[in-house]
């Protein structure tokens, strides 16, 4: 039976995985096609084909020519492939002879089908703690590009079903990451003697969690929030360091919200300058000395076209970095948020 919350290839997604988690749908074995979800659950096409993509990327299920989509794991076109089988040991993947190599902490089993890749001892050692550690690790060293079911499980040397049992798929695997990432720097447990102070605080923290973190900004939404505890937390502690001061919920409410998404918004750029660095291998600093004077000049030294540009060219260097930006942009909006305070107790007074 589907669950009923979510869109519908997620609820679709969530049937087929339930599915192959229990065992209905062994390893190697066919699921359903896009033209087979179409008519068993009355879906558009594109619907389906993001059902299988979810599946695919998750490391479930996957293409086989000629065959079709299958659950990974499974005897299919001679490379045997089996997946949970005894506990304590698993067998992940298959490969012929011409295979590729076997992940860290892998025992290679040679057998007439080929290599199997056989892992001891991982699985009766996992824990969903050990699985959201794993995660982190991946996406703190390479991105969130980097990270799905398959790799985590991968590195924690275990069948990527197995991570299912603990983890219901990877948008709760990012929820159970995002709390982490905010639980591991805990908020002072005395609250700052001044609202100013206080709102500070929580800005401050936030940016070196965001910095730690690159991956962790891209994973906010202010319009649809996940139930993330330890990052509620830092709401309720700005709208504390609000009460009590002639503001409506809203304004408190809006004042800490508002100052969380300037923050959060800015610390998306951590993770694309990472990227950046890394397809480019230079520094912000060294890629905007590569640019060269000559390109600069020609494209933004136009008098009549850029007349502010011109004459900030002219004059000392501009700090436009990150943390230049974060300590104008959160100086100015604690200012804002000042005004108001102030207005509320003229009116009240």
């Given at each position: 039976?589907?669950?009923?919350?979510?869109?519908?290839?997620?609820?679709?997604?969530?049937?087929?995985?339930?599915?192959?988690?229990?065992?209905?749908?062994?390893?190697?074995?066919?699921?359903?096609?896009?033209?087979?979800?179409?008519?068993?659950?009355?879906?558009?096409?594109?619907?389906?084909?993001?059902?299988?993509?979810?599946?695919?990327?998750?490391?479930?299920?996957?293409?086989?020519?000629?065959?079709?989509?299958?659950?990974?794991?499974?005897?299919?076109?001679?490379?045997?492939?089996?997946?949970?089988?005894?506990?304590?040991?698993?067998?992940?993947?298959?490969?012929?002879?011409?295979?590729?190599?076997?992940?860290?902490?892998?025992?290679?089993?040679?057998?007439?089908?080929?290599?199997?890749?056989?892992?001891?001892?991982?699985?009766?050692?996992?824990?969903?703690?050990?699985?959201?550690?794993?995660?982190?690790?991946?996406?703190?060293?390479?991105?969130?590009?980097?990270?799905?079911?398959?790799?985590?499980?991968?590195?924690?040397?275990?069948?990527?079903?197995?991570?299912?049992?603990?983890?219901?798929?990877?948008?709760?695997?990012?929820?159970?990451?995002?709390?982490?990432?905010?639980?591991?720097?805990?908020?002072?447990e005395s609250p700052a003697s001044g609202w100013r102070e206080g709102l500070e605080t929580v800005a401050r923290l936030q940016w070196r969690i965001y910095r730690r973190h690159p991956w962790l900004a891209s994973t906010m939404s202010f319009t649809r929030p996940v139930l993330a505890p330890d990052a509620a937390l830092h709401t309720e502690r700005s709208m504390a360091a609000l009460a009590g001061l002639g503001l409506s919920w809203d304004e408190m409410a809006q004042a800490a919200v508002a100052l969380a998404a300037f923050v959060c918004?800015?610390?998306?750029?951590?993770?694309?300058?990472?990227?950046?660095?890394?397809?480019?291998?230079?520094?912000?600093?060294?890629?905007?000395?590569?640019?060269?004077?000559?390109?600069?000049?020609?494209?933004?030294?136009?008098?009549?076209?850029?007349?502010?540009?011109?004459?900030?060219?002219?004059?000392?260097?501009?700090?436009?970095?990150?943390?230049?930006?974060?300590?104008?942009?959160?100086?100015?909006?604690?200012?804002?948020?000042?005004?108001?305070?102030?207005?509320?107790?003229?009116?009240?007074?």
């Amino acid at each position: 039976m589907v669950a009923e919350s979510g869109t519908p290839s997620e609820r679709i997604a969530a049937e087929l995985r339930r599915r192959i988690v229990a065992g209905e749908l062994a390893p190697g074995a066919r699921v359903p096609s896009t033209r087979r979800i179409t008519q068993e659950w009355g879906v558009a096409m594109a619907t389906a084909t993001k059902v299988l993509n979810r599946l695919r990327e998750e490391g479930l299920v996957r293409a086989v020519p000629g065959v079709g989509t299958v659950v990974v794991g499974g005897s299919v076109a001679g490379a045997t492939v089996a997946g949970g089988t005894a506990a304590g040991a698993n067998v992940v993947e298959a490969k012929g002879s011409g295979g590729g190599a076997v992940a860290p902490g892998a025992r290679e089993v040679s057998g007439a089908s080929g290599v199997r890749r056989a892992r001891g001892g991982g699985e009766r050692d996992l824990t969903r703690a050990r699985i959201v550690a794993a995660a982190v690790q991946v996406a703190d060293a390479e991105g969130l590009a980097a990270l799905s079911m398959r790799r985590v499980a991968t590195d924690l040397g275990v069948a990527t079903m197995s991570l299912y049992r603990h983890v219901p798929g990877k948008d709760e695997l990012l929820r159970l990451m995002m709390d982490v990432a905010f639980g591991e720097q805990p908020l002072p447990e005395s609250p700052a003697s001044g609202w100013r102070e206080g709102l500070e605080t929580v800005a401050r923290l936030q940016w070196r969690i965001y910095r730690r973190h690159p991956w962790l900004a891209s994973t906010m939404s202010f319009t649809r929030p996940v139930l993330a505890p330890d990052a509620a937390l830092h709401t309720e502690r700005s709208m504390a360091a609000l009460a009590g001061l002639g503001l409506s919920w809203d304004e408190m409410a809006q004042a800490a919200v508002a100052l969380a998404a300037f923050v959060c918004g800015l610390a998306v750029h951590f993770e694309r300058e990472a990227q950046a660095e890394q397809d480019s291998g230079l520094s912000a600093d060294e890629w905007m000395d590569h640019l060269g004077t000559e390109d600069h000049d020609r494209l933004m030294s136009d008098p009549e076209r850029f007349p502010m540009f011109d004459a900030m060219s002219r004059g000392p260097e501009i700090d436009l970095s990150l943390e230049a930006l974060f300590e104008f942009g959160m100086a100015r909006m604690l200012d804002g948020i000042e005004t108001v305070i102030a207005r509320r107790g003229a009116a009240g007074s």
